[in-house]
């Protein structure tokens, strides 16, 4: 009787852990302006799988760079994340996002203007969708003005050309110049506070 308890435990053990290594991951898409720097601040979550830059929200099929920089097809710069629930939930990225954009400006991040720029979620499912609604709530609450945020159901999500994926890994110099003249990361502790681990 003893081993055979300790048999079906090591059984159900085993079987948990292949669950565990098996469990789906989830998505998660944001814009925030240059995806660039959207697909950097994603990278750097625990549980955050991998993140891809592209084009949604608009209505031409297989949008290019040079289309959509030049406005009028309607998509948003923006990042699919890829994610563990079991590591971090969409709420926790929700948090995230929030300190990572500008929400008070519209059809603008930064130094980028254009709707191609705007910040919005762009949902999955019921759930994403009502927990995004609730996070827009909470952060106009706590701004104490209109939040310009787009929060729509996600269409089709065009990953961007190759040479923008990881663009802050593959050009560091030309991107943190970017960056830094842009003013976001200035514009953020003005509006969030200093981040944590920041000096």
């Not at 991998?50 to 959509?68: D, E, H, L, R, W």
């Amino acid at each position: 009787m003893p081993r055979l308890l300790l048999g079906l435990i090591l059984a159900l053990a085993a079987a948990g852990l292949a669950a565990a290594q098996n469990a789906p991951t989830q998505k998660a898409v944001f814009a925030g302006g240059c995806f660039w720097c959207t697909e950097s601040d994603f990278d750097e979550v625990p549980g955050v799988l991998s993140t891809t830059s592209g084009y949604i929200g608009g209505k031409t099929a297989n949008p290019t760079y040079s289309q959509i920089s030049a406005g009028g097809t309607g998509h948003a710069e923006a990042v699919e994340v890829v994610y563990d629930p079991a590591k971090v939930s969409y709420q926790q990225l929700l948090d995230y996002y929030w300190r990572t954009v500008d929400p008070l400006a519209k059809d603008a991040q930064f130094c980028d203007r254009g709707d191609q720029y705007r910040t919005a979620i762009f949902t999955f499912g019921e759930e994403q969708m009502r927990l995004a609604q609730a996070s827009k709530k909470k952060i106009e609450a706590q701004l104490k003005q209109k939040v310009f945020t787009e929060i729509a159901a996600a269409g089709t999500f065009y990953p961007a050309e190759d040479y923008h994926q990881d663009f802050y890994q593959k050009n560091p110099v030309k991107y943190k110049f970017y960056r830094w003249n842009c003013g976001r990361d200035q514009r953020l502790e003005q509006l969030w506070g200093a981040r944590k681990g920041d000096s």
